[in-house]
Every structure is written in structure tokens, then in C-alpha cells.
């Protein structure tokens, strides 16, 4: 145990005793027999459904498994579960709402960054807690924000250096039009130009968006070796559709994606995404006997034909790190959750996970897979450990980062490309036999 770790349990313990006595002091002990109160906040319709609603399942299955064991300080947990409705906005009325009306202890939730920074100044207001289940682009650190996913050196940076050299030095970026593409391709820039590499081609669409033919048409003029993907949501049916229209073969140029998992996989289909690559902390596939457990859990519950994935994985082991944190700290209060998170580990589908005392960030390996025919994900390479965290790349200065989010937020007066700047055809030229003007 570190030395950093001893004190932060050390601290951890004296905040849970300050808790303890100061709510004895106000109300008498914990009641034992009064439920937690939990909110449940994804997109159960829109675009990203496609990638929430497997989260939401999973965060139900880990909930009602710590219920059927007594619950936490022997009071059940009770879920008021919400639609965000894959918009910024609706995430943040409705965070009010959990929190303000129905006094939440802790918020499970979000998928994009652009829902998760909505969510940001709020929870940290409402001194509560968001216990958020996917990757993302890094350049934040919140003392209310428990970040589950991968941060940049846990998935983008060591897929980058993969590929730089086991596939080539030519890279065309597209993604989605919001803050995690943006600013995940701001590093992906910065580390290909530290390697020597060259981004042949940039591009973006809205999210729901499923015209691809203008873009696919760039990546075919501009020969790229490898073709890096922070399309999110249901877009990517389109992205991969139009691929396979244009004879773009993972033989010829491998796709590389970041938010496409085995959920997605089953939803776009295996005949259109095998051979093609995604960089991720935790696979179906891997071979534990913990994982095994999970998997049979989750199929048994919600059906044979149903697949696991990272955020799935991660919003399942999420209400776990909660569970133990508000045992430790002896309630519920987020405060003193939040004094305790940072020491707790769990033995998850993937293999141990450690929350970080300093940052609430997770450690994780990280693992890069290829497609099978089947639409699992067969294992080309794995960390040797699981990875620190580190929210800031060192390719620029954290004012350096911070300046980039700024000018994003200030160009569209908030995380994402607004309707009104999308244009007509999704915010892009369609192809129509035209030619595909240059720019993103």
C-alpha cells in the first residue's frame, strides 16, 4: 500500500467518523430501515439509446443484486430512473430533478461528454455525485465527478502508438460533432505529429446523423492507412454502411473505433464490422472466471442474445465502488461518499479496478480487439497492468487544454454543434454525385 493510499484510507476513516457524529449529533443514528434513493439518468430514446440502454440494464442488474444481499447499511436501494433523451439539455433538467425533487443520493449516468459537462457545475452546486460509466477526451477533474471510463493514456494514446506501427503513418480522424471527437482528435493530432505520422483528412457529423457518402468519399481520395473513429451513437450504422459501399475493407484500411463496442457490433451487424478494430479496458471476451459469472448473469436476466461491453461492465461495477464507499463512510450523504470513493477498489469482470485517491478517475488496462465474425471481439493486445490515469495529456499545458474546451464551448455556446448550425442535409454537403467540398 502507498503511502498516498494509507493516508487517503486514513482520512477517508476521520470524514466517515465526522459524518457519523455530526448526523448522530443532528438526527439520532442512520435509519436503517429508510431506502437510498438513486438516480438512473440515460438516453432511453434518441440517437445514443443505442449505447445507453445497455448501461441502464446493467446498472439495474448491479443494484438489485446488492438489494437481494440486504442492501447497503441494511437499507434497500431505490432507483427513480430518467430519460436525458440523448440531449444536453433535457440531461440537465432532468438532473435537477433527481436531485432537487427526489433528493438523490448519487446520480448514475451520461454517455456523451457534452451531457457530462451540462452535468458538471450542477452536481458540483447540489454538492452530489455522478458516477459516470464511459470513456471520454479527457482536460476535466471534478471533486463530484467518479470517472469509470478510460481518460486519454488509458485508450487513445496507446492505440494511436498500435497502430503507428503495426498498420501505418497516414490517419483520417471522423467523428461526431461535440466535445469528446473534437478534443479526443486535438491529442490524437498532437501524439501522430510526436511520432512522426500525418493526418491525411478531418471529419464530422452531427450525432443521429447517417449520411456518410461525402465523408467516406474523402477517406477514399485521401488513401489513409488507418481511419480513427469517435462517431458515437446510431450514426455509426451509417459510418460502417457507407464503408462497405465504397469497397473500404478492414484489409484495405482498418476502422479503429473508440465508442463502438459489442452492443453496437450486434446492432450494425458483423457481416459490416468484422475485421475492423476498437480500443477499449474491457471485452466480452475476456477469459476470467469473474467475467464468465457476469456474462451468464447478464444473459440469464436479459437474454441469450445479448452482449456485454465496456460502459456496460463499467455501469455495473460503478454502483459496486458506490455500495462500498457508503459502507465505509457509514452513509449516504454524497459528501462523505465522495471522502471514501477514492480508496475503494472491486474485483469487476475485467480484473481489480482502483478508484484514484487523487483525481476519482479508475485504473484499468487497456485492451485492443479485433472484430470476429461472430461480433465478439478477439484480443490483438493488452497493457501488461492496469494504467494510471491521467486526465491532461502532456502534449500541451493544462491552460493550454482549457483554452481549446473555451473556444469550443464559446463557438457553439455549449458542448456540442447546435441544430441550427448543422445546415440542411445534417450539417454537411450530401454527395449526390458532387463532389464533397473540402473542410470539416
Avoid at 8 to 15: K, Q, S, V
Wanted: glycine letters at 10%.
Amino acid at each position: 500500500m502507498t503511502r498516498r493510499r494509507s493516508v487517503a484510507l486514513l482520512g477517508a476513516a476521520l470524514a466517515a467518523i465526522g459524518v457519523a457524529i455530526a448526523s448522530l449529533a443532528a438526527d439520532g443514528e442512520e435509519p436503517r430501515g429508510e431506502a437510498i434513493t438513486v438516480g438512473i439518468l440515460h438516453s432511453k430514446t434518441g440517437a445514443l439509446a443505442i449505447s445507453e440502454l445497455p448501461v441502464i440494464d446493467a446498472t439495474r442488474m448491479a443494484i438489485d443484486e446488492i438489494n437481494e444481499r440486504g442492501g447497503v447499511l441494511g437499507r434497500m436501494i431505490e432507483v427513480v430512473e430518467l430519460d436525458g433523451r440523448s440531449n444536453q439539455r433535457v440531461f440537465a433538467h432532468e438532473a435537477r430533478r433527481l436531485i432537487e425533487e427526489h433528493g438523490v443520493s448519487a446520480i448514475f449516468g451520461c454517455w456523451t461528454s457534452a451531457c457530462r459537462k451540462t452535468l458538471k457545475p450542477i452536481v458540483e452546486k447540489h454538492r452530489n455525485v455522478l458516477i459516470y460509466p464511459v470513456q471520454y477526451e479527457g482536460m476535466e477533474q471534478s471533486p463530484n465527478i467518479v470517472y469509470l471510463g478510460a481518460a486519454p493514456n488509458q485508450q487513445i494514446i496507446p492505440a494511436v502508438k498500435w497502430f503507428f506501427d503495426n498498420r501505418g503513418r497516414r490517419f483520417f480522424l471522423v467523428g461526431s460533432d461535440y466535445i469528446f471527437p473534437r478534443v479526443a482528435n486535438a491529442v490524437i493530432r498532437d501524439y501522430v505529429a510526436y511520432l512522426g505520422g500525418r493526418i491525411v483528412g478531418e471529419q464530422y457529423v452531427p450525432i443521429g446523423d447517417q449520411n456518410f457518402d461525402c465523408v467516406v468519399e474523402k477517406i477514399v481520395r485521401a488513401k489513409p492507412a488507418v481511419i480513427l473513429n469517435t462517431v458515437n451513437g446510431n450514426s455509426n450504422l451509417g459510418l460502417f454502411d457507407a464503408l462497405r459501399r465504397a469497397g473500404i475493407s478492414p484489409e484495405k484500411i482498418p476502422t479503429v473505433s473508440f465508442s463502438v463496442g459489442e452492443e453496437e457490433v450486434r446492432q450494425i451487424g458483423p457481416e459490416k464490422t468484422a475485421g475492423d478494430y476498437a480500443v477499449w479496458n474491457y471485452f466480452q471476451s475476456i477469459a476470467t472466471k469473474a467475467n464468465g459469472a457476469f456474462v451468464t448473469r447478464f444473459k440469464k436476466r436479459y437474454g441469450e442474445s445479448r452482449v456485454t461491453g465496456d460502459a456496460i461492465a463499467a455501469g455495473y461495477f460503478g454502483v459496486y465502488l458506490w455500495a462500498k464507499a457508503v459502507e465505509a463512510a457509514a452513509t449516504d450523504k454524497p459528501q462523505a461518499v465522495l471522502a471514501t470513493i477514492g480508496t475503494q477498489s472491486f474485483n469487476a469482470p475485467e480484473g481489480t479496478v482502483y478508484v484514484d485517491d487523487e483525481n476519482l478517475h479508475t485504473w484499468r488496462k487497456t485492451r485492443i480487439g479485433r472484430v470476429a465474425a461472430n461480433g465478439q471481439f478477439e484480443i490483438m493486445w493488452e497493457s501488461e497492468a492496469i494504467i494510471h490515469p491521467v486526465p491532461y495529456p502532456p502534449y500541451r499545458t493544462r491552460a493550454e487544454w482549457r483554452d481549446l474546451l473555451a473556444a469550443l464551448h464559446k463557438r457553439w455556446n455549449g458542448w456540442e454543434r447546435p441544430a441550427e448550425a448543422k445546415g440542411g442535409a445534417g450539417g454537411r454537403e450530401r454527395s449526390n454525385g458532387a463532389r464533397c467540398r473540402p473542410g470539416s
